[in-house]
């Protein structure tokens, strides 16, 4: 394992439902631990379904309380092993996202990143909220990396096109750039379709598209999470 010289925080977004945003994020959370990295989870989404997935109650304080201070504190990160580790959404984060924007609260969780607590991970990954409130605006401008999962039907399509012009305005708010990748998800296995809609994605969006398709299947492969999660420390793309 090579260790980052900079921290990565990777922000997983799309604006439509059911694309698999919490189910990649737990897995590549999962697999960069087991891979050696350091790895900080925060679940900036209200619906708190990254915390269900480690079984974290829903009343648990965590991002809904920080974002309303300057620090972070050790006793506010969950410690899932050795090198995994979890901040949950909370109770009353949704609060946080119906708060009038404003410069100061939108780079707020860019200043919190800064902290000595969290300043030792490799990798951050964030399971976010949709890009057009505070929480998912706070993601952009505090990531290093946006993960937009797409799968082949017309809801999660629409759903990333619509957010693309939103990520522009906000991106042009920060520096250095956003690196943006797409993840194909969820594709139908091994059929002339997918094969087709890899190779349309790959021609409007070049050097975009990590090599690693996840095919929709009911069981959970390590081995597809492990080279998604190579294509994207690497920049393994189609």
């Known amino acids: 394992m090579t260790r980052q010289a900079t921290t990565r925080i990777i922000a997983v977004m ?53 974002l309303r201070q300057d620090t972070f504190a050790e006793t506010d990160i969950l410690s899932l092993n050795e090198r995994l580790s979890l901040i949950p959404a909370g109770a009353e984060l949704i609060g946080f996202e119906q708060q009038h924007p404003t410069r100061e609260l939108g780079l707020k969780l860019k200043q919190l990143l800064t902290s000595k607590s969290v300043a030792d991970r490799d990798i951050i990954l964030i399971d976010c909220a949709a890009i057009s409130g505070l929480l998912g605006t706070n993601a952009v401008l505090a990531a290093t990396d946006m993960l937009i999962p797409v799968s082949a039907n017309q809801q999660a399509l629409h759903g990333m096109i619509n957010m693309l012009p939103v990520l522009r305005r906000v991106a042009n708010l920060r520096s250095p750039p956003l690196r943006l990748w797409l993840c194909l998800n969820r594709l139908p296995d091994n059929t002339d379709f997918a094969k087709q809609f890899i190779t349309v994605l790959s021609e409007y969006f070049p050097q975009r598209v990590l090599k690693t398709v996840i095919y929709d299947s009911e069981s959970v492969n390590p081995a597809d999470y492990l080279a998604l999660a190579k294509d994207l420390l690497m920049g393994r793309v189609n």
């Open 14 to 66: 799309n604006q439509t439902k059911d694309v698999g945003k919490t189910t990649i994020t737990t897995n590549l959370g999962v697999i960069m631990a087991e891979m050696g990295y350091s790895v900080l989870l925060l679940d900036m989404d209200p619906q708190a379904d990254l915390s269900r997935q480690f079984a974290v109650p829903d009343v648990t304080p965590g991002m809904d309380r920080l």
